[in-house]
């Protein structure tokens, strides 16, 4: 788990903080990240660092918009959001099995429900398409994202969302309503730095104040060769 603090959140700072990066990258469809994920014959030269990111979508946050929706008493995102709810049952089957395995039984298994899933959200969504609303909004999120959302068929390391992600986050959205402010950019980096060691020990079950404590003590005599 990695914070970086930057001063502004603009497709230019995100930018800047993946380039050299070829791969999948998992985000949600925040329009700040689109620039990630531009054909690269379609790259000004400023954007053009020949890396190639494939866009791994969240089903969370597609779920999120359905659930909006039935709450408004929506019954077509009542369905979307029990057909949802059978993507993740099905995939959470075979949690814990090697990615090899994992992409087996989604191919045979799980894409079915998925192809399903989109073509129900391409019908529904022609029918309101000119409304205004959440249930446009839900379907409308679905269908643009399709590509992103079927990606997790390509590997079995994929997840179906950026969860994990979201709840290491969760941290500094919770705090910041407390801290108000890091005194400045030099603190926010220092901030960043810490809050990246306290997530990764969270995130392999370390105990937390003995790392850091053991971190510091070993850290001024330690050989710069022997750390990133």
Known sequence: VFFEYTAKETS?????????YSGYLQADAKSVYDVLFRDPNDRPPDEDDGCVRLEV???????RKFWEATVAKSSVAREGL?????????????????????????????RPHLEAFFAWAELEYDKVRDERGLLRSALGYAVRQKGALLRVLDDGR??????RSERALRTIAVGRKAWLF????????????????IASCKLHGL???????????????WPKDRYL
Do not use: Q, Y
């Open 12 to 20: 230019a700072a995100v930018l800047a903080m993946f380039k050299g």
């Open 158 to 163: 994929l997840a179906l969302d950026n969860n």
């Open 82 to 110: 029990a057909r949802i709810g059978r993507i993740f049952d099905l995939d959470a089957t075979w949690r814990g099995k090697p990615p090899a395995e994992i992409k087996r039984l989604r191919d045979a298994r799980l």
């Open 57 to 63: 979508g969240c089903f969370s946050h597609c779920r």
């Open 207 to 221: 105990d937390v104040e003995r790392f850091l404590r053991d971190l510091f003590r070993v850290l001024p005599h």
């Open 182 to 197: 890091v005194g400045s950019d030099d603190h926010a980096h220092s901030a960043g730095h810490l809050l990246s060691l």
